[in-house]
């Protein structure tokens, strides 16, 4: 009858004989409205699976790494503490993707992060601590010690 593999080993379910009290029985269930349904199911399964790949796809790039041991120690010549850094990550991801996409904090250097944060936090409208703790947290995450 239909070739939509929802439809497969399933039938339209009977109307319930009892009808519902004030309401017009509407009779058997017509073919479109079962066609309608099937599709739907289908359709429902593509869509479902596309939003979890949408889901775990962002979740993978537009996250900034989180303070470890290794930032906090990076992090030392700016006498920035771990407080600081998580807070500078936090307005990070917070206040930097109102305008544009997040960028890689690896995308520049600790020596150009600074002047594009203070290029930045005008259009931001950051306080100056607010400034400095993504300048600390930007510039300890930027690079790796080897
Ligand atoms: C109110 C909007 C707005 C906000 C908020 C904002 N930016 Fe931008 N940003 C822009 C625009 C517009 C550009 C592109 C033009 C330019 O470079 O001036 C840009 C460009 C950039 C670039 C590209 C420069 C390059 O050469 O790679 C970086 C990096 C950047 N922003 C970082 C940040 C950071 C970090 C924050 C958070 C502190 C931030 N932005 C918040 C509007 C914004």
Same mark, same amino acid.
Request: glycine residues 4%; hydrophobic residues 40%.
């Given at each position: 009858?239909?070739a !939509? +593999?929802c439809? $497969?080993?399933?039938? +339209? ?7 519902v009290?004030?309401? *017009?029985?509407? &009779?058997?269930?017509?073919?479109t409205a079962?066609?309608?349904?099937h599709?739907?199911?289908?359709v &429902? $399964?593509v869509?479902? *699976?596309?939003? =979890?790949l #949408?889901i ?8 900034? +790494?989180a ?7 990076n992090?030392?010549? !700016?006498?920035? @503490?771990a407080?600081e #850094? ?9 206040? /930097?993707?109102? /305008?544009? =996409? #997040?960028p890689?904090? =690896?995308?520049?250097?600790p !020596?150009?992060? +600074?002047?594009l944060? @203070?290029?930045?936090s ?7 601590? !607010?400034?400095?703790?993504i300048?600390?947290? #930007?510039?300890a995450a930027?690079?790796? $010690?080897?």
């Amino acid at each position: 009858m239909s070739a !939509d +593999p929802c439809a $497969r080993g399933r039938r +339209p379910r009977p109307l319930s004989p009892k009808p519902v009290a004030g309401v *017009a029985d509407p &009779g058997p269930r017509s073919l479109t409205a079962t066609t309608f349904t099937h599709r739907t199911c289908w359709v &429902g $399964r593509v869509v479902s *699976a596309m939003i =979890t790949l #949408l889901i775990v796809s962002c979740a993978n790039f537009a996250s900034p +790494p989180a303070i470890t041991p290794a930032i906090i120690e990076n992090a030392r010549p !700016d006498h920035a @503490s771990a407080k600081e #850094l998580v807070t500078g990550r936090n307005l990070f991801v917070s206040r /930097c993707l109102e /305008c544009h =996409t #997040l960028p890689s904090v =690896t995308k520049h250097s600790p !020596d150009e992060w +600074p002047h594009l944060v @203070s290029r930045m936090s005008g259009r931001a409208n950051l306080s100056a601590s !607010d400034q400095s703790a993504i300048i600390a947290y #930007l510039r300890a995450a930027s690079f790796v $010690r080897h």
